[in-house]
């Protein structure tokens, strides 16, 4: 079984609360196959992608069985992230999750396809050497040198750094120091130097890095000065580990009275007032959603849905195929928490699995809420009790717009496969050049 995880690089919040969404399994289910041509054909990029010199971005995530580098939609994209790279105990590139066998075909059909493909470092269970790696100018050298030969030798375009967290623990057993975020500032300048033909970025969380009292820093400009751009990871909002269901993804909070756990419109507004550029801000968004059991008494009044409401946090949902229970220990040695189920749905899964219809709109028999605050969507079975807080085309159009007058850099999905015949990727595409 290879170490595997759908929400290695999620994980916004508060972060104790988050490991129970993170499984560590695979799975030989497929998803469905489109069932109609995708509107556009290969080579036409009017989609948007580019547009303004924004970035359109989605993490390639390479063990799901069915679901491989030929698999891929490149038309709609100017970035490609290989999903996922970490640092090993000695400080050196080292690929465990990922096939490393899968990274020159990457690399190359990206290039072809004029995508420009990065390698993630890091991850939800690959940050556990992050600290170490860099907290000497010896250790940040021969981790600098390691990835820079790597991603030359394997024809990356750049190197995008998913420490999750500096200074803050994530999975439970990450190697963490006060010293964090300086050390990752003295890395990025030293691999600035050392490959100033890569691009460098970043997937942060929702709120900015911390300082050496472990608050969030009031400055994060240094890091605005070595990085080409960040992805703030604005998802895992709300999920099974939170004490309510709520938005996966919210663009907005500020009109969320009580339920303000953050949203694009917080972390941008955080990030900013720490001195990081709007227009080196890349938003990270979902092609999939959170899904929980709730009672229809609860879940349903007349024709419209109660969200913020408890769950049965027993009954976790299965999910879909590519994120099944758990069932062994997590990369630290802990057991799966609950019933093992993550609870996620793919995109396409929701459709697969009779939600929504083939085109994303809200298949008949469920009730749905479009939520005006957070712009995002829920849908709920009445016959099994399934409330999915999750993405759609309407979601994505929100954003992009707001990526637009924002005047942000573009968008980053995770995960590529998670969309279905370009429905979510064209919907952003499409707004973020202020077309819709
Ligand atoms: C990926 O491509 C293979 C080979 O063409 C195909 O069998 C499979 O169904 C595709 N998977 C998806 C998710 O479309
Ligand atoms: C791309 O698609 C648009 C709209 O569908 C069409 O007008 C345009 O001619 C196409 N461009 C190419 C190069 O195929
Ligand atoms: C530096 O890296 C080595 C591995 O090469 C590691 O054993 C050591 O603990 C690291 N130094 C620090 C201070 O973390
Ligand atoms: C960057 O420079 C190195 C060393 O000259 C070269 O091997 C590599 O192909 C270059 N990469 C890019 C993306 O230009
Ligand atoms: C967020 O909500 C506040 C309060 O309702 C509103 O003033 C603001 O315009 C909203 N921002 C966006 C980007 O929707």
């Given amino acids: 079984m290879k170490l595997s995880t759908a929400c290695s690089l999620l994980m916004a919040l508060p972060l104790a609360l988050a490991a129970p969404t993170c499984s560590l399994k695979h799975t030989s289910a497929a998803p469905p196959s489109p069932s109609s041509t995708p509107t556009n054909p290969p080579g036409n990029t009017t989609t948007g992608a580019g547009t303004n010199g924004k970035i359109s971005m989605a993490w390639f995530a390479d063990w799901h069985p069915d679901y491989s580098v030929s698999n891929v939609s490149w038309t709609p994209y100017t970035h490609m992230a290989f999903f996922t790279a970490q640092p090993s105990s000695a400080g050196t590139v080292e690929l465990i999750i990922s096939d490393p066998s899968m990274v020159d075909q990457f690399t190359s059909t990206a290039l072809a396809n004029n995508v420009k493909p990065v390698l993630t470092v890091g991850g939800w269970d690959g940050s556990i050497y992050w600290s170490s790696s860099v907290a000497t100018a010896t250790n940040r050298s021969t981790w600098a040198t390691s990835l820079v030969q790597y ?20 999975i439970g057993c990450n190697i963490i120091s006060p010293q964090d975020s300086v050390n990752f500032q003295y890395f990025l300048q030293e691999i600035r130097q050392q490959a100033p033909n890569l691009t ?16 969030a820093s009031t400055d994060v400009s240094p890091f605005a000065s070595v ?5 703030i990871m604005n998802y895992d909002v709300f999920g099974t580990f939170s004490t309510v269901d709520g938005p996966n ?36 968004v979902p092609a999939y959603g959170h899904s929980y059991t709730v009672p229809t008494s609860t879940a349903v009044s007349g024709s419209t849905l109660n969200i913020y409401t408890a769950f049965d946090k027993t009954n976790i949902p299965i999910g879909d195929s590519w994120d099944p229970p758990a069932t062994t220990p997590d990369i630290c040695g802990n057991a799966p928490v609950g019933n093992g189920n993550s609870g996620v749905y793919n995109f396409w899964a ?30 709920y079975n009445p016959s099994s009790q399934i409330m999915v807080s999750y ?22 999905m995770y995960e590529a496969g998670g969309d279905y015949n370009n429905i979510l990727v064209n919907a952003i595409n499409k707004a973020m050049a202020g077309s819709s």
């Fill in 151 to 170: 991603a030359n030798a394997h024809g990356f375009s750049g190197l995008d750094f998913d420490w999750e967290y500096p200074g803050k623990q994530g």
């Fill in 200 to 215: 460098l970025s970043a997937a942060v969380s929702i709120f900015p890095f911390v300082d050496d009292t472990g608050s």
């Fill in 227 to 231: 990085l080409d751009w960040i992805e």
């Fill in 249 to 284: 993804a919210p663009l907005n909070d500020t009109c969320a009275s009580g339920n303000q756990l953050g949203s694009a419109v917080s972390a941008v507004a955080a990030w900013t007032n720490a001195g990081f550029p709007a227009n080196k801000i890349v938003l990270g």
């Fill in 350 to 379: 929701l459709i697969q699995d009779g939600f929504l219809n083939q085109d994303g709109s809200v298949a008949s028999g469920m009730n749905s809420l479009f939520d005006q605050c957070s712009q995002t969507p829920f849908v």
């Fill in 391 to 412: 993405d759609d085309a309407q979601s994505f159009t929100a954003k992009g717009q707001y990526i637009d007058q924002a005047g942000l850099l573009g968008f980053a």
